[in-house]
Antibody
Framework: QVQLVQSGAEVKKPGSSVKVSCKASGGTFSNYAINWVRQTPGQGLEWMGGISPVFGTANYAQKFQGRVTITTDESTRVASMELSSLRAADTAVYYC??????????????????????WGQGTLVTVSS | SYVLTQPPSVSAAPGQTARITCGGN??????VHWYQRKPGQAPVVVVH???GRPSGIPERFAGSNSGNTATLTISRVEAGDEADYYC????????????FGGGTKLTVL
């Protein structure tokens, strides 16, 4: 049974960066993708991006392109999400979640896919001056 | 970018049936996944790939998807079903991106 355990809550200043980690236990880390999803106060879920650990290629939501970096470390079974140029609107609970991935036969690229299961417990990031 | 539209709220009395819709352009051609999120908890998948039910999810939860609308049907609603429900698909516009609906608050009367 795979479990995802995230790092603790963070308080950051506007303009700074935050890095949230997600450690996987159980299962085969390289067989799945890790995604990052956030929930802002009073708002819905928002997919930020995902990465397939074995290939290290990430897909990002257009909204976060240039501001978010998702990485994995197979040796430690840890996935990380770094968000830069933080603003108050980035105050949210950030979740990691596992999904599958597939090889695009026409492009030769790997893409995250499938449903999100399981999820990490969530990490609250507060951006405030 | 691809948009999924959900009603903000749905209500049902205990024992009745609740239906939550998820509209999108030709969403029937995509695989739709549904998540339940209760306050203070991480989301949980309740239906995957339109109508698949993960182990541990009651048979009362069922999904369907056709044309421009996917539907999550919860039969014999219980107080414990009160939660926010989100549909989700993948949109490939040259790159694969996850898309969530805006979420629906299910209130059990």
């Amino acid at each position: 049974q795979v479990q995802l355990v995230q790092s603790g809550a963070e308080v950051k200043k506007p303009g700074s960066s935050v890095k949230v980690s997600c450690k996987a236990s159980g299962g085969t880390f390289s067989n799945y993708a890790i995604n990052w999803v956030r929930q802002t106060p009073g708002q819905g879920l928002e997919w930020m991006g995902g990465i397939s650990p074995v290939f290290g290629t990430a897909n990002y939501a257009q909204k976060f392109q240039g501001r978010v970096t998702i990485t994995t470390d197979e040796s430690t079974r840890v996935a990380s999400m770094e968000l830069s140029s933080l603003r108050a609107a980035d105050t949210a609970v950030y979740y990691c979640a596992r999904s599958s991935f597939y090889l695009g036969l026409e492009t030769g690229r790997y893409y995250v896919s499938g449903w999100f299961d399981p999820w990490g417990q969530g990490t609250l990031v507060t951006v405030s001056s | 970018s691809y948009v999924l539209t959900q009603p903000p709220s749905v209500s049902a009395a205990p024992g009745q049936t609740a239906r939550i819709t998820c509209g999108g352009n030709n969403v029937g051609s995509k695989n739709v996944h549904w998540y339940q999120r209760k306050p203070g908890q991480a989301p949980v998948v309740v239906v995957h790939q339109d109508s698949g039910r993960p182990s541990g999810i009651p048979e009362r939860f069922a999904g369907s998807n056709s044309g421009n609308t996917a539907t999550l049907t919860i039969s014999r609603v219980e107080a414990g079903d009160e939660a926010d429900y989100y549909c989700q698909v993948w949109d490939n516009d040259g790159d694969q991106r996850g898309v969530f609906g805006g979420g629906t608050k299910l209130t059990v009367l």
